[in-house]
């Protein structure tokens, strides 16, 4: 279910906190502002991982010539962020055909101030991709909350998560989850590799349940893909079927 800026839970008044993941989402979100508008167009800044900051751009000349901007860019972000990006790693993908240019984000301090306060109000594993959200509506930027990174939007999904969904790195990341293991990534695209995670392992349930209504030896393999699935996503019911006949089980 999207999760919309108005909705915070009050509960998540309770867990607020955690500057350190909000000025991630920060520094995500102010790439565009740093590297400037021409390259803006050709880039997208996706993870913040131990002060490593990992960029997609749209082609080899491109990332030949950031690469020679990098010190520039880590001083850029020294002043903006000090001490949060310590390298940028630039990665070749495809991107979309750029769209028009958005409104820069608002020069007004007092705009990062709202946008870290709204996110502290998010449920945890959110608060990087709502302030970014909160950035772009504080550039007037249109559209619905994308349903995957809650950024606003006029597509679905949102230009960023698209490209995320195509992504090598996040449908590694995606079956990494799927089997249990820790997350690597962050921000969007954690956010898309969840994503990707809840629909396979949906998947895969719905295929082996009509096969284990009729082989009990397929059962512990219907059991452990709903494990897996509990994990991940605890707040959400299994499907149906599965949910019932795994009750038979117990």
Known sequence: M?????????????????KERLQRG????SWKEV?????????????????????????????????????ALLRRYEERFPGKVREIRFLVGRLEAPSPEPPPPPKDPEAGRKAL???????????EAVARAAFALFAHKRGNPCPLCGTPSETHPCPTCRRLLE???????AERLKRGRPPRLEGEALLVARHLARERLLAEMRELYPQALREAGLRPLLRDL?????????????????????????
């Open 167 to 173: 992504s090598p790195l996040v449908r590694k990341e």
């Open 117 to 127: 306060a709204l996110a502290q109000l998010a449920p945890s594993e959110l608060r």
């Open 226 to 250: 709903a494990r897996r699935f509990q994990s991940l996503f605890p707040e959400e019911a299994l499907p149906e079927g599965v949910q019932s006949l795994l009750a038979k089980e117990d």
């Open 26 to 29: 920060l520094v995500l979100a």
């Open 2 to 18: 999207p999760w919309r800026l108005k909705e915070v839970l009050p509960e998540a008044l309770k867990r607020a906190g955690g």
């Open 35 to 71: 590297v400037g508008r021409e390259l803006a167009r050709l880039t997208e800044a996706v993870a913040l991982e131990e002060g490593v900051l990992t960029v997609w751009v749209a082609d080899p000349v491109t990332a030949h010539q950031l690469t020679y901007s990098r010190l």
